[in-house]
């Protein structure tokens, strides 16, 4: 008779075994796996385990090795294949791999996520039909200036959303949001994009003829960077809020702010 021999971890989980119960055991098995120095046998038994929560922490382990990952490319959860794909440890030959089927969309997902994704696959992402692809692509932090000005024309608003937080954003991109008239986004990019905002940037807010641009252009006026031509300018608009942002600027004469409680 040949017998397999119990690994140490299967021996340790076997004695347990008999004293909880299987929910309290996998939180047995978990916490096993959760240890910073669990070994080289207990990230193999775990990505084996049936419990999709003990599996879950393989990639998760900063000890994981590309043979651990591996495995976990074929788990049967799209989410623990996601994460073993973005774990660094795994080789560049596996991931290649495991994403050359590109008729898959969790692994296009993968691959726009990916942090060492070239620009040539963000590019593609970007023009992938499925909108999480590219949603994915405009968030990852290697999109460059290219990638950022085409998910920023993207016709789906969440992608564009998505690009407006981006940090790569630059002043180009502003000028190109503006020009296109796209309030929605520009809106986003004056929140999370508040220190590139130039005075030029104001000026073209403020004489933009969209009269969707009332908002943006209150919010101009809010600005560090808004000049006293700004401020004359918005006191001249008929859109309340911005004659409101133009009081409340620092460039407002008293006799302006007076003029209104008169």
Sequence with gaps: FLFKQKTAYEMRISDWSSDVCSSDLEHVR???????????????????????????EVPRHPNATDAHLRYLLNDPDKWIRREAIRHPNLSPASREEALKDTGNVENRIARAEHLQATAKELHAALSDPHEEVRRTA???????AEHLKKALSDHNKDIRHTAARHPNVNGDHIDHVIDHGDHETLQHIMRFQRGKITSDHITKIMNHPSEEHGYLRSLALEHPNATRQHVVQGLKSNHAWTRRSALSNHHATFQEIDQPLS
């Design 138 to 144: 405009a968030r990852n932090p290697n999109a460059n």
């Design 30 to 56: 978990r916490a096993a796996v959760q240890n910073r120095n669990a070994t080289h046998e207990v990230l193999v038994a775990a990505a084996k385990d049936s419990s999709m929560g003990v599996r879950a």
